[in-house]
């Protein structure tokens, strides 16, 4: 219970002038504060409607999706609405935390990498250096995984030239065998005219 409110419960108890002494309120800002009671019960009441709304996107048995979080959740309350009718990102956030409402994590952690401790260390070609001052000298290239509705996965490969910063070759595959890698060597090799010249190929190992 906040100060303001404490001095309204007991206002018909003891005199206002008493109450705000002991607790150290200035009389003027709780005057200030019973004036505004209408506006602050018209926000709770509006908040309390934004909330249902908020739970209805949210319910399978009204047709709602429980994995909603904040971003979906705006752009659905949002969609067709007019300038004075949408609602912000911060407000959406505010109402869901003060009422409990989250959406919930369906994504599983999905390991990108699984290092073989007892296998051959390759050495690292880069050492860590990752400029380039001439295309198609350096490559480094990852593995990332998208996550489909059925729960499955599909792993993505990459092969990024370091000076241009950009996509040179790419695969596409349900697993990560080494077969995955070389489709993407072989597709930048394409798309490069071959990778004669490149003096330095990476890994870039980490998880997702």
Not at 169 to 190: I, S
């Amino acid at each position: 219970m906040n100060r303001f409110q404490f001095v309204a419960d007991h206002r018909h108890t003891f005199e206002v002038k008493r109450l705000c002494e002991v607790i150290g309120l200035a009389r003027s800002s709780y005057y200030a504060w019973l004036r505004s009671a209408p506006q602050r019960a018209a926000r709770q009441s509006a908040d309390l409607a934004l909330a249902e709304r908020i739970h209805a996107l949210q319910d399978p048995a009204r047709g709602g999706d429980a994995a909603y979080g904040v971003p979906r959740i705006t752009a659905d309350l949002n969609d067709g609405a007019s300038g004075d009718a949408r609602i912000t990102h911060k407000k959406v956030a505010r109402v869901m935390r003060e009422h409990g409402l989250a959406g919930i994590r369906l994504r599983r952690r999905v390991r990108t990498t699984d290092a073989d401790q007892g296998a051959r260390k390759h050495p690292d070609l880069l050492r860590r250096d990752f400029s380039a001052h001439s295309v198609g000298t350096k490559y480094v290239g990852d593995i990332t995984y998208l996550p489909l509705a059925d729960g499955r996965s599909l792993y993505l490969a990459t092969v990024i030239d370091l000076c241009s910063r950009k996509l040179a070759g790419w695969a596409l595959a349900d697993h990560m065998r080494t077969g995955l890698v070389a489709h993407a060597l072989k597709a930048a090799a394409r798309e490069r005219g071959g990778l004669q010249g490149c003096f330095k190929v990476g890994v870039v190992r980490h998880q997702h």
